[in-house]
């Protein structure tokens, strides 16, 4: 059956619904999530999976409703032990955005998800997608959840091989709003999710094992692997460097401004390499310019790298020797010892540094070799 003839008749439509939940029923995934009907707990797992893959969140959705089982838990939370249970998933903005949501849903609304879309949609980090699935898959509300999965399912489906503009928007959800059962709308919100993650996948979808072929004109012509066409990424590539300062056995860490990239995080004092720069001399001109000191000598440590938002960074971590005393401010600047460090929230790359250092303490302890002062 044509995939364009499925909004035309009642029975088709019907039929592709019914096919999709059976398949689902046979062949979901067993999910943490998919075990409640709380919205809190479907809430945490939209948000977690927003820019990150099922099988790297299961663990960190599990470490956090541990921490936070409900939202008057997560609402009470400092906002550093919020960052700090969120470290690893990246996308920070939408921790910040969890935790205020978490107070305002207590504060003005008794600790009870509202179950209307107004109410809903106005929250902090509640788009279109989030408030739909919060309401589909927790309150069994028909209205239908258009992730990537789906997206790229329906496009297939409906042979639309120019996602840009808002026509193919319009058609998709046209196409979701018509196939969206009034029984189960949350299963089979669930079930699309799946059907996409697992079978129209954005490379070699397994089409002779989709349950729907029949109904995808995308297949029935050819063209299923270049819909949606492949998406263009340019990553622009920077060395930072870092300075790891001792003071005794505590190293010395700052926080991040509380607007812009990584807010609120912290890290090690240092920065970005500029142009003609050699790692050395960008360090003492980031010390210089960030602290007020002067470099004496530095010893390399280690290089890593991580990725964020276009960039690909490598960060360069140096130990140092410094010949004044650095300028700190209490309210941004700690010492700490290296099993402190890890109670504090860090970037993902820095947090491989405090990882090493972590790991370097015990061993430096056992050798009986002193540290020494390095200010």
């Given at each position: 059956?044509?995939?364009?003839?499925?909004?035309?008749?009642?029975?088709?439509?019907?039929?592709?619904?019914?096919?999709?939940?059976?398949?689902?029923?046979?062949?979901h995934?067993?999910?943490?999530?998919?075990?409640?009907?709380?919205?809190?707990?479907?809430?945490?797992?939209?948000?977690?999976?927003q820019?990150?893959?099922v099988s790297?969140?299961?663990?960190?959705?599990?470490?956090w409703?541990?921490?936070?089982?409900?939202?008057?838990?997560?609402?009470?939370s400092?906002?550093?032990?919020?960052l700090?249970?969120?470290q690893?998933l990246?996308?920070?903005?939408r921790?910040?955005?969890?935790?205020?949501?978490?107070?305002?849903?207590?504060?003005?609304?008794?600790?009870?998800?509202?179950?209307?879309?107004?109410?809903?949609?106005v929250?902090p980090?509640?788009g279109?997608?989030?408030?739909?699935?919060?309401?589909?898959?927790?309150?069994?509300l028909?209205?239908?959840?258009?992730?990537?999965?789906?997206?790229?399912?329906?496009?297939?489906?409906?042979?639309?091989?120019?996602?840009?503009?808002r026509?193919?928007?319009?058609?998709?959800?046209?196409?979701?709003?018509?196939?969206?059962?009034?029984?189960?709308?949350?299963?089979?919100?669930?079930?699309?999710?799946?059907l996409?993650?697992?079978?129209?996948?954005p490379?070699?979808?397994?089409c002779?094992?989709?349950?729907?072929?029949d109904?995808?004109?995308?297949?029935?012509?050819?063209?299923?692997?270049?819909?949606?066409?492949?998406?263009?990424?340019?990553?622009?590539?920077?060395?930072?460097?870092v300075?790891?300062?001792?003071?005794?056995?505590?190293?010395l860490?700052?926080?991040?401004?509380?607007?812009?990239?990584?807010?609120?995080?912290?890290?090690?004092?240092?920065?970005?390499?500029?142009?003609?720069?050699?790692?050395?001399?960008?360090?003492?001109?980031?010390?210089?310019?960030e602290?007020?000191?002067?470099?004496?000598?530095?010893?390399f440590?280690?290089?890593?790298?991580?990725?964020?938002?276009?960039?690909?960074?490598?960060?360069?971590?140096?130990?140092?020797?410094?010949e004044n005393?650095p300028?700190?401010?209490?309210?941004r600047h700690?010492?700490?010892?290296?099993?402190?460090?890890?109670?504090?929230?860090?970037h993902?790359?820095?947090?491989?540094?405090?990882?090493?250092?972590?790991?370097?303490?015990?061993?430096?302890?056992?050798?009986?070799?002193?540290r020494?002062?390095?200010?």
């Amino acid at each position: 059956m044509p995939g364009g003839r499925l909004t035309n008749r009642p029975s088709a439509r019907a039929g592709f619904s019914r096919t999709v939940l059976e398949w689902y029923r046979r062949h979901h995934r067993r999910l943490p999530w998919r075990a409640t009907r709380d919205p809190y707990g479907i809430w945490i797992s939209e948000i977690m999976l927003q820019q990150t893959t099922v099988s790297a969140v299961i663990p960190h959705y599990e470490k956090w409703m541990e921490i936070f089982p409900d939202v008057r838990s997560l609402a009470r939370s400092s906002a550093q032990k919020v960052l700090k249970a969120w470290q690893g998933l990246g996308y920070y903005q939408r921790a910040r955005n969890l935790h205020q949501t978490a107070r305002i849903v207590v504060r003005d609304f008794g600790g009870r998800f509202p179950s209307d879309h107004e109410s809903l949609s106005v929250l902090p980090g509640f788009g279109p997608y989030t408030t739909a699935a919060v309401l589909s898959l927790a309150f069994d509300l028909p209205y239908p959840v258009l992730d990537a999965n789906v997206r790229r399912t329906a496009m297939r489906i409906l042979a639309i091989e120019d996602e840009s503009g808002r026509r193919a928007e319009k058609t998709v959800m046209a196409f979701l709003e018509d196939v969206l059962p009034q029984d189960n709308p949350g299963l089979f919100n669930q079930a699309m999710m799946e059907l996409g993650s697992l079978v129209c996948r954005p490379t070699s979808p397994f089409c002779l094992l989709c349950p729907v072929a029949d109904h995808c004109l995308a297949f029935d012509r050819g063209i299923q692997e270049t819909i949606p066409p492949p998406e263009k990424r340019s990553w622009q590539r920077i060395d930072t460097v870092v300075a790891v300062i001792r003071d005794g056995d505590k190293i010395l860490i700052q926080k991040r401004p509380a607007k812009g990239l990584f807010a609120g995080l912290w890290e090690f004092p240092g920065g970005k390499r500029e142009k003609g720069e050699t790692l050395e001399r960008a360090l003492a001109r980031e010390l210089r310019e960030e602290l007020g000191v002067n470099l004496l000598e530095a010893r390399f440590l280690l290089k890593v790298s991580h990725s964020y938002t276009q960039f690909q960074a490598t960060l360069h971590a140096y130990e140092v020797w410094l010949e004044n005393q650095p300028r700190l401010r209490r309210d941004r600047h700690r010492w700490l010892t290296p099993g402190r460090l890890g109670h504090y929230p860090f970037h993902s790359g820095s947090a491989k540094i405090v990882r090493y250092l972590e790991k370097l303490e015990p061993e430096t302890a056992k050798s009986g070799k002193p540290r020494g002062r390095q200010l």
